[in-house]
């Protein structure tokens, strides 16, 4: 395009003075001198930060998650005053799975595409760096100081779902991504790719340790005694552990106090073109990392007071409108521009940024179904859940057909809620005092709203196997906790056999003793499943 010279001299003018402009600007994000020496002064209170000062700003968001039931035996060590943390100690078998190590191949682990318990490691990622560096332009080689901070790390997050029965979707690492470093101009680096772990309903999360170092534990236990089982050296060999109450002057531990490698207040900085020592030696140095080893210990309280998980368990037994925080990422560090004073016009350094966190986390999944059908092998829960459900189970007339739960849900039609009943491994007898597949299959009925017991009407006692399958799961007491139905199976046989009447009449007389709903039924010829799914219904159903 053609312009007169005029026209020309003109434009040359504007976009003369908009360089200049630019050029000349002081960065319009970067903190003012003013600004700096403000915040530089906030640090100089000489008043002791502690921990105490902040420690529930995490813990509400996992106390409505945190398990409620103390769950494993702690014994106390010190408490405060005595000592910083609640420093407890308990066996190992708490804080690692039993079942897990006992499957030393992974694909032990899974019956199809159900897997309830997994042991993962995350880490949250660590912030940027800080920048070092100055405006420079046409006028200035060096202008103010405009490094941006570095960006936060990433960090891990857990979140129950819907549409999720099983763990086996999980991988076995989770790492969050770092914070970039911040760069020139006052760019601050983005932030580490967070991390959403998506669960089952029912899923109960907890620190663990490293299965590795649990493992290396065993084997050398092992050596010394080939004999002796694995539940015997987790519960002999004892951790401590630094914990928290739920609130400021709570001496009942509560959360365990993570801990990140982290730098002491007042190191932690990068240089650039003088060292560490040149600027250990100045007086003015030595004052501004005074102060800034006063923020650098606010971002330790912080971090202390964030990096909690609770003791017995995060308890995802409902839907988690919001992500929760496992773990959270490290800060980015701060950029040169922070430290430019009156004093200090060329800040040739910046801090690092904060480190994540890495912990071991074990998932299991507690709360499979609303109901969970209790029997001994041969029963015919699996015949009972086939007839009345969507789940196909195996069924055979022998023992431990069922190895791992299935989960059938039970559509009632429009207006009618659903429910679910899980089939779980066959119980046998003993299996309180660890024998068989020991009380590992309770685990995936302990939090259902109801249980149903089964019992074949062909045995010679039912009734004294109804007993027997109650001292299996803890006894009368523990029963009567849960909503119960007591099924009595296999009515077809012997059923012009006034015998077998009286079998029945005697269990329904000790199950309305306790208060419980009893029904005869016939699964196999498919009589009397309507009501017992109306029965089940009312069982799967919220104890008032
Ligand atoms: N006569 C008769 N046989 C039944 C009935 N229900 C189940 N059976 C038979 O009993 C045997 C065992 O049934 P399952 O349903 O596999 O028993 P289970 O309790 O699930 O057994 P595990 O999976 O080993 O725990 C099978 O041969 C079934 O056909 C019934 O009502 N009447």
Not at 267 to 293: C, M, P, Q, S
């Amino acid at each position: 395009m053609l312009c007169s010279s005029g026209t020309f001299r003109q434009l040359n003018a504007i976009r003369t003075s908009l360089i200049r402009f630019k050029s000349t600007s002081i960065p319009d994000n970067a903190p003012t001198l003013i600004e700096n020496e403000e915040w530089l002064g906030t640090l100089e209170d000489n008043s002791e930060l502690t921990h105490d000062a902040n420690i529930e700003s995490k813990n509400y968001v996992f106390d409505k998650h945190a398990t409620k039931n103390e769950k494993f035996d702690i014994k106390i060590l010190s408490r405060p005053p005595d000592s910083k943390y609640i420093k407890i100690q308990s066996a190992l078998e708490n804080f690692t799975s039993i079942n897990y190590l006992r499957q030393y191949n992974k694909h032990n682990h899974t019956q199809g595409n159900f897997v309830d318990v997994r042991i993962i490691q995350c880490r949250s990622g660590n912030g940027g760096n800080g920048c070092i560096s100055f405006l420079r332009d046409a006028n200035r080689r060096v202008g103010p100081p405009d490094g941006g901070d570095g960006g936060d790390g990433g960090s891990v997050y857990v979140q129950a779902v819907e549409g999720m029965n099983s763990l086996s979707k999980l991988k076995t690492k989770y790492i969050a991504g770092d914070g970039k470093a911040g760069a020139a101009t006052q760019l601050d680096g983005s932030r580490g790719k967070d991390i959403l772990i998506t669960v089952p309903k029912g899923t109960v999360v907890s620190w663990c340790l490293d299965p590795k170092t649990v493992r290396t534990l065993v084997e050398t236990e092992l050596e010394k005694d080939k004999q002796k089982p694995l539940k015997d050296i987790l519960h002999e060999h004892k951790l401590d552990i630094d914990c928290y109450g739920r609130h400021k002057g709570d001496i009942n531990p509560k959360y365990i106090q993570l801990f990140r490698k982290q730098y002491e207040p007042g190191e932690g900085w990068i240089y650039n073109e003088k060292t560490k020592e040149y600027h250990e030696e100045k007086d003015w140095f030595r004052k501004l990392n005074k102060n800034v080893a006063r923020y650098d210990r606010s971002l330790d309280v912080d971090e202390v007071s964030k990096d909690k998980i609770p003791l017995f368990g995060v308890d995802l037994d409902e839907i988690t409108d919001k992500p929760l925080c496992l773990l959270e990422g490290g800060k980015g560090g701060l950029g040169n521009m922070h430290f430019l004073t009156s004093v200090i016009r060329n800040p040739r350094f910046a801090k690092i940024g904060r480190d994540g966190l890495e912990s071991f986390f074990m998932f299991e999944l507690k709360s499979i179904a609303d109901l969970g059908l209790v029997g001994f092998p041969n029963a015919g829960k699996s015949t009972i859940l086939n007839k009345i459900s969507n789940a196909t189970p195996r069924i055979g007339s022998w023992e431990f057909t069922t190895l791992r739960p299935t989960i059938g849900t039970i559509m009632r039609g429009p207006g009618a809620e659903n429910f679910t009943v899980a089939d779980i491994p066959g119980i046998i007898e003993g299996a309180h005092l660890d024998r068989g597949m020991g009380l590992e299959f309770l685990k995936h009925i302990e939090r259902s709203k109801g249980w149903v017991f089964v019992v074949a009407l062909d045995e010679k006692d039912p009734l004294a196997t109804l007993k027997i399958l109650i001292n299996e799961v803890g006894g009368l007491e523990k029963v009567q906790a849960k909503n119960i139905l007591v099924v009595c199976n296999k009515a077809d046989i012997g059923v012009s056999n006034p015998e077998s009447m009286q079998k029945f009449l005697k269990v329904q007389e000790f199950a309305a003793n306790q208060g419980w709903d009893s029904i005869p039924i016939s699964a196999l010829n498919d009589e009397n499943t309507d009501i017992l799914v109306e029965k089940m219904a009312k069982c799967a159903q919220n104890i008032e």
